[in-house]
Every structure is written in C-alpha cells, then in structure tokens.
C-alpha cells in the first residue's frame, strides 16, 4: 500500500507544482490588465486585457479607421502542458497559434514559436511612465522584421 501511495505522489506531486508555477507566471503579469489605447497614422488602437485571476488571462485587440473596425484580435494568456504558460494568438477569428513564455519579469514577457512563419516572437512590456509596449519579430521573406505598438491605460472611471 505505501508503495502505492508513494507512486502516486511521485506521479502527481509535479504536476501540482507546475500548475503552481504556472500560476505564480500568470500573477506577475497582473499589470497587463486594463484598457489600453492609442492612436497611430489615423488608426485608433485599442488592447484590453482581463485580470490574470482564475487560470489565465483574456484578451482582446482592436483596430479602427474613420470610425470602422479595420482589424480585430483575440488572445488568451493559459497554462498550456509543460510548455508553461502560452500566449494564444487568434488573428481576426481564425485558429489561435501557440507563442510559450521563455522570459517573465515583473514588467516584461516574452513569448515565442520559433516554428510560426511571422511572427516568432511576442514581447509585452510596461515602462516606468505607464505606458505599455508589445512587439512582434520574426525573420519573413529571409529578413528580420518587426512591428511595435504603444498603449497609454484607459483610466477608471
């Protein structure tokens, strides 16, 4: 019987601990939530972000000209298997794409998937004014590319 048992913890107790880390990762990047905003060569940008309570973060982009929605994206910030914590990407609706953390500082994410043909590589970022950054790269077309957007908090009201 203690065999047994021991077995079973030997079989479970890494699993506890990595739903632990996991939600030790997702409480560090609590200074994502929020309304983001910004506004770049006429296009209205909008990211907001859910707290990271309750297994993962939920997100959502929104991209506008003269009114109209131009863009749209969801995401997710989850617990994903051994991988840790994963960013899933879903560009205007479509199958999200998988980008894990390999770096998470208190203000700093960085998520990648190397086998993605654009982007590899998604950063987040708050800088000490408040203002949020998020930064895709990847090499397209045998070049290295990148875009990088800047958000200021929506206040509460």
């Given at each position: 019987?203690?065999?047994?048992?021991?077995?079973l913890v030997a079989i479970?107790?890494?699993?506890?601990?990595?739903?632990?880390?996991?939600?030790?990762?997702?409480?560090?990047?609590?200074?994502?939530?929020?309304?983001?905003?910004?506004?770049?060569?006429?296009?209205?940008?909008?990211?907001?972000?859910?707290?990271?309570?309750?297994?993962?973060?939920?997100?959502?982009?929104?991209d506008a000209r003269d009114?109209?929605?131009?863009?749209?994206?969801?995401?997710?910030?989850?617990?994903?298997?051994?991988?840790?914590?994963?960013?899933?990407?879903?560009?205007?609706?479509?199958?999200?794409?998988?980008?894990?953390?390999?770096?998470?500082?208190?203000?700093?994410?960085?998520?990648?998937?190397?086998?993605?043909?654009?982007?590899?590589?998604?950063?987040?970022?708050?800088?000490?004014?408040?203002?949020?950054?998020?930064?895709?790269?990847?090499?397209?077309?045998?070049?290295?590319?990148?875009?990088?957007?800047?958000?200021?908090?929506?206040?509460?009201?």
């Open positions: 019987m203690r065999i047994r048992v021991a077995l479970l107790v890494p699993g506890i601990r990595q739903v632990a880390a996991a939600d030790t990762d997702l409480a560090r990047l609590a200074w994502m939530e929020g309304t983001w905003r910004s506004t770049s060569n006429g296009v209205a940008m909008e990211e907001i972000w859910s707290s990271p309570a309750k297994g993962g973060l939920i997100g959502m982009h929104r009114g109209r929605m131009i863009s749209f994206e969801f995401f997710r910030i989850v617990p994903r298997d051994s991988s840790g914590i994963c960013y899933m990407a879903s560009p205007m609706g479509r199958p999200a794409v998988a980008f894990c953390a390999n770096a998470i500082g208190d203000r700093r994410v960085v998520f990648e998937n190397p086998e993605h043909d654009f982007p590899q590589r998604i950063m987040y970022w708050l800088e000490s004014g408040g203002r949020m950054h998020a930064r895709i790269e990847g090499v397209r077309a045998g070049i290295l590319r990148s875009e990088e957007w800047v958000w200021i908090r929506k206040a509460a009201r």
